[in-house]
Each structure stands twice: as C-alpha cells, then as structure tokens.
C-alpha cells in the first residue's frame, strides 16, 4: 500500500496539485485500500462501489465520498494507466440556503474586535465574500479604492480573482 500511496503523491506533486488536494487524495486512498486489502493496481468497480456503499453507512458526507471516488479515478487513470473507465457517479450533494448573517449580527461581530486594523480586516472580508485564507494574505497594494475593487491573488485553485468592495467600508 505504501508504494502505491507514494507513488500517486509523486504523480500529484508533478501535475502541482495543491498541498490540501495530495494530503485529502492520499487520505481517501488510504481508506480505500484498507478497504480493499489487497491487488490495488486491479480496477473492480463493484469493489469500489462497496467501499462508497460502507462510507455512506458510516456517515460520511456526499462530498468526501466524492472526494474518495475522485482519488480513486485519479490513481486508475493517472498511476496504473488503466485503461478501463471508471463508470460510477458522484453522490449528489444537498442543496441548502446558506447562511446569512443580520445586520445586528454582523455588526456585533465587528464591534468585538477592538482593534481597528482587525475591524477593517473583518469588516473588508465580510463585504467583499473573501476566504479565510484570502483575508490574512490581504495586501495594502491589492486594494484600489478608486474602483473599489479587491484583487486576490492565488486563491482558491491558484487563480487570481477580483471582487468589490462595498462603499460603506471606504
């Protein structure tokens, strides 16, 4: 199993997967061939129907089941090279409203930070539906005010993107 673990690691670094992608892939391999146990580089789609069949009993959400599947289409397709194709589809996902803060709640939220630097930073990421990970890499030089634009480099898949910012920040 380790074998077949590092090599689809090295095949994912070489197409520069993200660190997050390898690390999520390798854990749903893993799973996957603890589930199987044995002959990994034999593609047996009811094998891995099963194994998506005991994730969901086991409760695990539609997208890591996904996740898992994708995995395992990437080591047949991209590691053994089989050329048999992979006819399973994905779980479908749930489709729920998401949530929307109030207007109280959002200003409570940004009433908690005392300090004005993280009030901006709160109160820009909110406005303009930045990510986590695209708010703490946030640059002075990545904001154009006269436009009221934000321009977030390498986010999400390593693409850069732009996104507005409200006029009641400025």
Same mark, same amino acid.
């Given at each position: 199993?380790?074998?077949?673990?590092?090599?689809?690691?090295?095949?994912?670094?070489?197409?520069?997967?993200?660190?997050?992608?390898?690390?999520?892939y390798l854990?749903?391999? %893993?799973a996957?061939?603890?589930?199987k146990?044995?002959?990994?580089?034999?593609?047996?789609?009811?094998?891995?129907?099963?194994?998506?069949?005991?994730?969901?009993?086991?409760?695990i959400?539609?997208?890591?089941?996904?996740?898992?599947?994708?995995?395992?289409?990437f080591?047949? %397709?991209?590691?053994? #090279?089989?050329?048999?194709?992979i006819?399973?589809?994905?779980?479908k996902?749930? %489709? &729920?409203?998401?949530?929307?803060?109030? #207007?109280?709640?959002?200003?409570?939220?940004?009433?908690s930070?005392?300090?004005?630097?993280?009030?901006l930073?709160?109160?820009?990421?909110? &406005?303009? &539906?930045l990510?986590?990970?695209?708010a703490?890499?946030?640059?002075?030089?990545?904001?154009?005010?006269?436009?009221?634009?934000?321009?977030i480099?390498?986010?999400? &898949?390593?693409?850069? %993107?732009?996104?507005?910012?409200?006029?009641?920040?400025?």
């Amino acid at each position: 199993m380790q074998k077949e673990l590092q090599e689809t690691e090295r095949e994912l670094r070489i197409r520069n997967y993200s660190p997050k992608t390898i690390k999520s892939y390798l854990y749903g391999l %893993r799973a996957y061939f603890a589930f199987k146990t044995s002959n990994y580089a034999d593609l047996d789609q009811d094998n891995i129907r099963d194994f998506l069949l005991d994730c969901e009993q086991k409760q695990i959400s539609p997208p890591s089941r996904n996740l898992m599947l994708n995995a395992i289409k990437f080591y047949y %397709r991209n590691v053994t #090279r089989s050329i048999q194709k992979i006819e399973i589809q994905s779980a479908k996902k749930p %489709r &729920g409203l998401p949530v929307v803060l109030s #207007r109280l709640e959002i200003r409570k939220i940004n009433e908690s930070a005392k300090n004005p630097k993280h009030k901006l930073l709160l109160a820009i990421a909110y &406005g303009a &539906g930045l990510r986590v990970s695209e708010a703490i890499s946030l640059k002075v030089c990545d904001l154009d005010l006269d436009e009221l634009v934000i321009h977030i480099k390498q986010a999400k &898949g390593q693409k850069d %993107r732009i996104s507005v910012i409200p006029e009641s920040i400025v």
